[in-house]
């Protein structure tokens, strides 16, 4: 598992990018950024919606509800025209932020010990 406060900071940024590949439901995308990190991020629903309804209320996703084949409709998000500016946006910031650390790092990125 990653540490909770680089968790915290990309939540955002991972969910925007993942609406910019196609509208989701709630359940999804934990399955997703979960298959994504290959387990390293699991979020609980009580960190997942309280996020998706902030970036509702910024305008940045839409959402509307979807009949389901196996049960009740779904509620389904989508990112907006506002959301695909935001998410440009975002995307500079971390790739600035990247940079930054390849340069302190170097461009291996290798934590492994030398012998």
């Known amino acids: 598992m990653l540490p909770k406060a680089l968790i915290a900071a990309s939540l955002k940024p991972i969910m925007l990018s993942l609406l910019a590949e196609r509208d989701m439901y709630g359940y999804e995308i934990t399955q997703r950024v979960q298959t994504l990190s290959e387990g390293k991020i699991r979020w609980a629903a009580s960190k997942l919606y309280p996020v998706l309804h902030d970036?509702?209320?910024?305008?940045?996703?839409?959402?509307?509800?979807?009949?389901?084949?196996?049960?009740?409709?779904?509620?389904?998000?989508?990112?907006?025209?506002?959301?695909?500016?935001?998410?440009?946006?975002?995307?500079?910031?971390?790739?600035?932020?990247?940079?930054?650390?390849?340069?302190?790092?170097?461009?291996?990125?290798?934590?492994?010990?030398?012998?």
Request: glycine share 8%; charged share 25%.
């Open 55 to 115: 970036l509702e209320n910024r305008g940045l996703v839409a959402s509307f509800w979807q009949p389901s084949e196996s049960g009740p409709a779904r509620k389904y998000y989508r990112l907006t025209v506002k959301g695909q500016g935001a998410l440009e946006k975002t995307k500079q910031d971390w790739l600035d932020l990247n940079q930054i650390l390849v340069k302190l790092w170097g461009p291996d990125l290798s934590l492994a010990p030398s012998m």
